[in-house]
């Protein structure tokens, strides 16, 4: 039987410990990263509730949702480097400038992104009224388009009223000077 080293261990008592979940503590300032509690978290979850409600409900589609986290972490980045250069500290002019427009790009794809979707569900909408199964009436058939259903006349297409329909070759015949 193999003896265990002493490395051998201190790798098995690691692993034990992270299953059971005893690892090793973390500091205060990862608590405050990893939990949303720092300044940062906090005005981040600010600007994405501003941004949800801005919206609306298509906030709730996982492509916006993803594009409002984005905008609201990059605008919370801007201002954060505006405010170091306010308080007068160096920085680099360039790279808050190229900041702040990735952030104002960020919002207008995110407003984009909102509409595209907004559209894409008003034409579900749409397609889904309008192709919508009428209840059954014994003796008639359930398509709205059916001769039946018009009273034995034709429908036309996108239209719903009925229409007389001459042939071609009249309207060809038919001079406009009489």
């Not at 490395?7 to 690691?14: F, K, L, N, T």
């Not at 405010?83 to 919002?107: F, H, Q």
């Not at 429908?155 to 406009?176: M, Q």
């Amino acid at each position: 039987m193999r003896q265990a080293h002493t490395s051998d261990r201190a790798m098995i008592d690691a692993w034990s410990r992270k299953r059971r979940g005893t690892a090793k503590p973390r500091s205060r300032v990862e608590k405050h990263r990893f939990d949303g509690r720092s300044r940062e978290a906090v005005r981040i979850r600010q600007l994405e509730t501003q941004y949800r409600a801005e919206i609306g409900e298509v906030a709730a589609n996982p492509a916006v949702m993803q594009a409002i986290r984005r905008a609201a972490e990059l605008t919370m980045f801007s201002e954060k480097q505006r405010a170091t250069m306010i308080r007068g500290e160096p920085i680099n002019l360039s790279d808050l400038l190229r900041l702040e427009g990735v952030a104002k790009r960020a919002i207008g794809s995110m407003r984009e992104l909102a509409a595209q979707v907004r559209a894409e569900q008003l034409r579900q909408t749409i397609h889904l009224a309008r192709f919508r199964v009428a209840a059954p009436v014994e003796g008639r058939s359930t398509r709205p388009d059916a001769p039946e259903a018009a009273g034995g006349r034709q429908i036309a297409p996108n239209r719903g009223v009925a229409i007389e329909r001459t042939p071609l070759s009249v309207e060809r015949n038919r001079s406009p000077r009489g």
